[in-house]
């Protein structure tokens, strides 16, 4: 794996956080959602992860993480499903 | 008969997802002489424009850019001269008429974009001192706003506006416009 990868991606969290103290309060769900999709982008890339479910997830991601700037209440409802998704796919479901 | 300019302005949309394409160093002339012809305070002109097309200067620029979404093949970064615009327009053109300036000048990009088939991103989420840092910006220079400029690989909906009637009144405040 090109460590350089990683680096932009501290690089761009980084500047994201120091953006989030004067940006838009959604901005900062968006951002941590965008860091997501650029993690999971590398990890790809270098076969690191390969888990059908957190594609399918990151897919639910990517879909409707740009309605945080159009529908906000479309952006939090895409967060709750994903964390059902992530508590289901962990298997802490104890319902 | 083409668009009216009213067409073009309520078909351009903000675009976040664009196809590998390049634009032609012509035709980001082109939108850069759209941008000249907009007005400003004082005609002071306070603006540069730096148009980044070299794909490892857009990986730079892209890191330290979180707002700069969907990997355009360009971008155009909108600088003012402050010094500039305060030695012409004091303490009034450096702090407010230079944001509008290069406002009206960014609009001037995007619409003529629009007409032209490219699509565009108006992004002010960049860590201003790393873009400065990577560009080579001297001190006096502000990087302002950047645009993303490509071809949309997007679907785009009609974004939901405020009607002309609820954002209008005649000769005063709260007066109802009831056309």
């Known amino acids: ?95 | 008969m083409g668009d009216s300019i009213l067409d073009v302005i309520k078909k351009r949309r903000s675009i976040r997802k664009y196809k590998k394409e390049n634009v032609s160093k012509n035709i980001l002339l082109q939108l850069i002489e759209a941008a000249i012809w907009a007005p400003s305070g004082s005609n002071v002109q306070p603006w540069y424009f730096i148009i980044v097309d070299d794909a490892n200067t857009i990986e730079q620029v892209y890191v330290f850019s979180p707002g700069l979404l969907g990997k355009p093949p360009s971008v155009i970064l909108i600088c003012s001269d402050r010094k500039k615009a305060f030695e012409t327009a004091g303490t009034l053109g450096r702090d407010e008429l230079c944001v509008m300036d290069i406002s009206m000048a960014a609009q001037n990009i995007m619409l003529l974009a629009e007409e032209i088939g490219l699509s565009t991103c108006p992004v002010k989420s960049f860590n201003k001192r790393a873009i400065s840092t990577i560009l080579n910006l001297p001190d006096y220079v502000s990087a302002d706003l950047i645009i993303s400029v490509g071809y949309s690989d997007e679907m785009t909906s009609t974004p939901k506006r405020r009607s002309v009637k609820e954002v209008t009144f005649f000769n005063t405040w709260g007066a109802e416009f009831n056309g």
Not at chain 1, 11 to 26: F, L, N, Q, W
């Open chain 1, 1 to 95: 794996m090109d460590e350089k990868e990683i680096i932009k991606l501290f690089a761009y969290m980084i500047t994201s956080a120091r953006g989030c103290v004067d940006e838009p309060k959604i901005y900062g769900p968006f951002r941590l959602v965008d860091s997501i999709s650029k993690l999971y982008g590398i990890l790809e890339k270098n076969n690191l992860i390969g888990n059908e479910e957190v594609s399918k997830i990151i897919e639910k991601i990517e879909d409707k993480k740009y309605s945080c700037m159009t529908d906000e209440k479309e952006f939090v409802t895409m967060l709750d499903n994903v964390i059902d998704d992530f508590v289901a796919l962990l298997n802490f479901n104890k319902k």
